[in-house]
C-alpha cells in the first residue's frame, strides 16, 4: 500500500475518526509525514569540497614541508583550508535551507475525533481525518469539503489567482491555501507526499547551486590547470634533482630537500589558492553588506548573479501588488442613485460575514452603526452577489443588491444595457467592477442556498476595484528598462486584470497573452517569450517552462515571487528572489529574499553584484598572470635542468605585496562598472601574455647570473624576486586604473612593504634574502624595466581591445 491512500473510502460518522481508526492509519503509513531529504549528503558535500587533487597535492606539500623542518615555507597551508572550510559551509546552507522546505506554516491542525475537537500537529493528520476549517486558518492536507457556511479559500500562493474561492460541499480543499471567510468541515482525502503541496514543491527540494560565471570560470581554469599539474610536477622535481647533481648524488648528499623545497615552490604557485578564497569572501562581504539593507543571501553566488541578469521575470500578486484589493472607484449609471446608497454600502463593508472584496469599502464609506437590517444574503461566489434589506424607518430603505453587473442586472433591458456595456468597458481595462443596484421591498430569506434576487433591481453606481500597487514598483521597473533588463510580467490571474497592473507600473503592454493558448513546442514558446511581455492565466508548470525557454533563447533569467506557486519557476531561474511575505517553501528555493518586501531592494542588490563582478575580474587578472608564470617557470627551469629560482617563503612574500594583499582591498571597493559576458576570456587574454612577460624577464636574470657565475644561490634568488616584484607591481598599477586617491595609497604601501621586506634585517632574515652585488642587482633591475615597458604595451593594446575596461 503506497503512502497516503486508501484501499477504500469508508463513511466518516460526525463524530470524526475514533483513537483506534486513527491508530490504523498511522500504522499503514498514512499520516501527514513527507521525508526532508536533500539529494547531498553532509559527507558528499565534505568530499566534494575536501577529497579533490588539488588539496591532495596541498596537503602532500604542507605535510612533506612540516616533516622536513621548512615550516616557513608552509603558509600556503591555511588558505588552502580556508578555501575548504568557506566550500563545505557555503554548500551546506544551501542543503539545510532545502532540509527545511516547507509549504505548510502552521504548526498545528484542528481536527475531529471521537466527537470532541483537537488541535493536532500537522504531521499527525492522517487519512479520513476530518478537519474544522475556521477563517484565518492554513489547510493542512487537501481534504474534501463536507460542510460549508460561506466559506472561502485563498489559493493564491498554490495556483497564482489572487481572487478567493467559494468552497461548498463536495469540493476540494487544497493544501497550502487559507481560509480567509466562513467556516467548514473537511475530510482528508491526501497525505503526505500525495498532497498538492508536497507535489508542487518536489522538484524544487532537488538540490542545485546557482549558475555563477566566475565560479564556473575559476572551476574551468582549475581543471586545466589539474591537466598539465602532473606532468610539470615530475618535469619540475626532474629538474630539481638534476640541478643538485642528479638523483643519486642528490640523495646521498642530503641536498634533495632543498630540491624538495623547490619543487613544492613551483607546484603551490601554480594553483590560484588566493583567488579563490578571495572570490568567497568578495561574495560573502556582499551578502553582508546586502544583509545590512533587509537582503537576506541564500548563497554567495547570488549576489554576482543579479548583475548579469537580462530578463526579469515578475509575478504579480505580492510582487508588483500587496496581494489585497482596494477600492477604485464610483461611477455614475445615467441616473440619480436611490436614497441611502451610500449607507447601504457601509454596511456592506462593515458586515462580519463580507467577503475580501466588500471588506473594501469600509474606508471609503464608513458604516455608523445606524442600520439594521430586515434580512441578508451572504456573497457566494457560485451566485457572485450578495444582499440587505432595511426597513422604512432608515433612510436606505429597500432591497439593495452588490455584486457582479452582468448576473446582478437583467440582460437584454434597454435601462440596464447602457450600465453592463460600461461595466464591461471597466473590466476590460483590468478593473474588478460590481454594481450596487436597488429594488423596493423586503429581501425574503428562507433558504440562503436557494436565495433569488430581487425583481426588476435598479442600478444605482458602478463600483470599482484594483490590486494595491507596491508604491516603489514603477521606480524599480524603470531602473531595469535604464538599465536593458527585458521585463515579464507572470500571474495566474486573467490577462486584463494582469495588463491593468503592468500599465499602472509604467509598461506599456499592448495587450496580456492568455497562457492557455500558450505553445508546447519549446522553440514557438521561446518565440511568444520574445514578443510578449504580460502573460495571464499562467500554470505553474507554465512558469517553468517560460523560464526555460527564455534561457533557451540565450537570457540570464531571474524570477521573483511570492507564492508556493512560484517555488518551481524561482528554482529554474538563474536568480529566484522571494519577497519577504513569501511562503516558506518558496524562500528555502529562492537565492534572494526580500526580508522586508520592498522591490526597490533590488537596485542595490544589482550594484553590490556589479561591484563584486567588476572587482574579482580585477583581481582575477593578477592571480592568473601569477599562475601562468609559475607554469611557464616551472616548464622552463625543469627543461634547462636550472634550480628554481625562490623559495616558498619567498613567493609567499612576493605574492602577498604584489596580489593577495591589494587585491583584498581592490576587490571591496566601490565599481558601478556594468557587466558583460566574456569573464574569462577578458582576463586570460591580459593575464596570459604578462604572465609570459614575467616569465620572460625572471628567466633572462637567471640566464645572466648562470653565465656570469660566482652568484651565490641566496643572492641570485633575492635578485629573481626584486625582478619579479618591480614587474608584477607594474601589473598591479595598470589592473588598478583608473587609479584615484585609494588605490594609489594601497600601491604606494605596497612598494614601501617590498622596500621593508628586502632591508629590515628580522624579515630579511626569515625570507633567507641576501642583497646582490652590483652587476647582478644592475642585471635585476634592467630586466625589470623591459618587463614594466612590456606590460605598459599590454595594458593600452588590451583597454583598446575593451574599451569597457
Partial sequence: MSPGRAPHRPRVNSLGLSGREVAIRVEAGLGNRVADDSSRSLWQIFRANVLTMFNAIVAGSFVLLLLLGEWRDALFGFAAVSNAVIGVVQEYRAKRSLDRLAVLDAPYARVLRDGSVQDIAIQDVVLDDVIVLRTGDQVSADAAVLESEGLQIDESLLTGESDPVDKGPGTEALSGSSVVAGQGRARVVRVGADSFASRLTAEAKRFSLVNSEIRSSLNRILRWISWGLLPVMALVVNGQMQA???WEQAISTGTWRTGAVGAVASVIAMIPLGLVLLTSVAFAVGGVRLAREKVLIQELAAVEGLARVDVLCLDKTGTLTEGRIVFDAVHGTGAAPAPGWEDAL???????????????????????????PVSAVAFSSARKWSAVSFGEDHGAEGIWVLGAPDLVLTAGDPDTAQVLNAAATLASAGLRTLVLAHAPGTLSVKDPQEAQLPVGPVPAVLL????????????????????????????????????????????????????????????????????????????????????????RSGHTVAMTGDGVNDALALKEADIGIAMGSAAAATKAVSRLVLLDGRFDRLPGVVAEGRRVIANIERVSMLFLTKTTYAIALSVVFGALLWAFPFLPRQLSATDGLTIGIPAFFLALMPNTRRYTSGFLKRSLTFAVPAGLIVAAAVLALNAYSTLTS?????????????????????????????????RSAIIGAMYTGLLLVLTVPLLHDFFTFEWPPAALMAASLVAALGGTLAVEILARTHSRRYPHE
Fill in 244 to 246: 643538485n647533481g642528479g
Fill in 346 to 372: 457601509g454596511w456592506f463593508g462593515a458586515d462580519p460575514n463580507a467577503n475580501a472584496t466588500a471588506r473594501c469599502l469600509g474606508e471609503a464609506f464608513p458604516a455608523d452603526g445606524g442600520l439594521s
Fill in 464 to 551: 470599482t476595484f484594483r490590486e494595491k500597487v507596491r508604491p516603489d514598483a514603477d521606480r524599480t521597473l524603470a531602473f531595469f528598462r535604464e538599465q536593458g533588463v527585458g521585463l515579464r510580467i507572470i500571474s495566474g490571474d486573467d490577462p486584463h486584470t494582469v495588463s491593468a497592473v503592468a500599465r499602472e507600473v509604467g509598461l506599456d503592454t499592448g495587450g496580456g497573452y492568455d497562457a492557455r493558448h500558450l505553445p508546447t513546442d519549446p522553440e514557438l514558446m521561446a518565440e511568444v517569450m520574445e514578443n510578449h511581455v504580460v502573460f495571464g492565466r499562467v500554470t505553474p508548470a507554465q512558469k517553468k517552462d517560460m523560464i526555460r525557454a527564455l534561457q
Fill in 710 to 742: 660566482g652568484y651565490t644561490a641566496d643572492a641570485a634568488r633575492t635578485a629573481s624576486v626584486i625582478t619579479l616584484s618591480l614587474v608584477a607591481l607594474w601589473i598591479l598599477v595598470v589592473t588598478s586604473r583608473p587609479l584615484n586617491l585609494q
